[in-house]
Structures are given as structure tokens and as C-alpha cells.
């Protein structure tokens, strides 16, 4: 019933900028917080930055100051823009959404993820 589906990942230089888009579709009744995970090889995933549904957002240390979640509501899609890359940054990226379906109207925050895209800052 609700598809996330990622794009924007690729290779890219040590300073350079990457923005990634997550768009969800499907039967969705309403959208509360939506944020981007991040997991590299070996380690454990990790939150990267969140945002709520009236635009509180948070961010891991790591990438506060570099990167910057936005959303769009009207399109149910979120941003990730990322500056500075380091090559500390490479990783799979993982799009999140806590969304309720039309059918679930009232029913718990069901947790959706996107199929991921890799990102790599390399020279």
C-alpha cells in the first residue's frame, strides 16, 4: 500500500554537495516524522536527521552544520542536502516516514523504509 522510493545517491569528491529525495506513495492517510539513516559497511545504522511533521527537525552530531532535512508535505517527500562530504559520510542511506494508511486512519504509526541508496565521497 505505501512505496518509498530514494534517489540522489552517487559518488562524489571529499567537499563536495549531494542532495538526496525520498518520495512516498501509495493509500496515505497522513505522514508524521520523517528522517534519514545511514549504514556503512560493518557498523551498525545509525540515525543521520529527522523531521517532524511541523518541521522540528534533529541531526546527529556527526553532520550538524553540513547537512540539512527539509520536507514537502504537500508531495510527501523529504530532503536530505548535504554539504562538506567526508569520506566519513559513505554509506547506504535509508529513507524513513512514519506514515498511516487510509485503511488505519486512527490505528499506530506503521514505520516505512526505502530500499536505500549508496553514497560515496572518495577522491
Known amino acids: 500500500q505505501v512505496h518509498l522510493v530514494e534517489s540522489g545517491g552517487g559518488l562524489v569528491q571529499p567537499g563536495g554537495s549531494l542532495r538526496l529525495s525520498c518520495a512516498a506513495s501509495?493509500?496515505?492517510?497522513?505522514?508524521?516524522?520523517m528522517g534519514w539513516y545511514r549504514q556503512a559497511p560493518g557498523k551498525q545504522r545509525e540515525l543521520v536527521a529527522a523531521?517532524?511533521?511541523?518541521?522540528?527537525?534533529n541531526y546527529a552530531d556527526s553532520v550538524k552544520g553540513r547537512f540539512t532535512i527539509s520536507r514537502d508535505n504537500a508531495k510527501n517527500t523529504v530532503y536530505l542536502q548535504m554539504n562538506s562530504l567526508k569520506p566519513e559520510d559513505t554509506a547506504v542511506y535509508y529513507c524513513?516516514?512514519?506514515?498511516?494508511?487510509?485503511?488505519?486512519?486512527?490505528?499506530?504509526?506503521?514505520?516505512?523504509w526505502g530500499q536505500g541508496t549508496q553514497v560515496t565521497v572518495s577522491s
Open positions: 523531521i517532524a511533521s511541523g518541521g522540528g527537525t
Open positions: 501509495g493509500s496515505i492517510f497522513s505522514i508524521n516524522a
Open positions: 524513513n516516514a512514519k506514515i498511516r494508511t487510509i485503511a488505519t486512519m486512527t490505528g499506530i504509526w506503521y514505520a516505512y
